[in-house]
């Protein structure tokens, strides 16, 4: 039970933090500024590109595939319910 309440709090508050984090500016405006606390550690483990367009490297996109920021969370999400449906 206690995994799958953690999953759904990740899943939501990357959701969440995608949707009020701001990419225009990564030298003056870094995600810690920008109070991100689970981008953060999302892009230490190597994930630096959303299904929005954007990249943390500023490098080009051409396809960000399924593990991309909002495939994480998705993936939190889906992971969650199974857990609970295990329960």
Do not use: K
Request: hydrophobic share 50%; with cysteine.
């Amino acid at each position: 039970m206690h995994t799958a309440l953690v999953a759904s709090w990740v899943g939501s508050m990357t959701l969440y933090e995608l949707a009020v984090f701001d990419p225009s500016n990564p030298v003056l405006d870094p995600m810690w500024r920008q109070c991100m606390f689970v981008i953060t550690f999302i892009t230490r483990l190597g994930i630096t590109n959303s299904w929005g367009g954007w990249s943390i490297t500023r490098g080009a996109i051409t396809n960000p595939s399924i593990w991309s920021y909002e495939g994480v969370a998705g993936a939190h999400i889906v992971f969650s319910g199974l857990c609970f449906l295990a329960t």
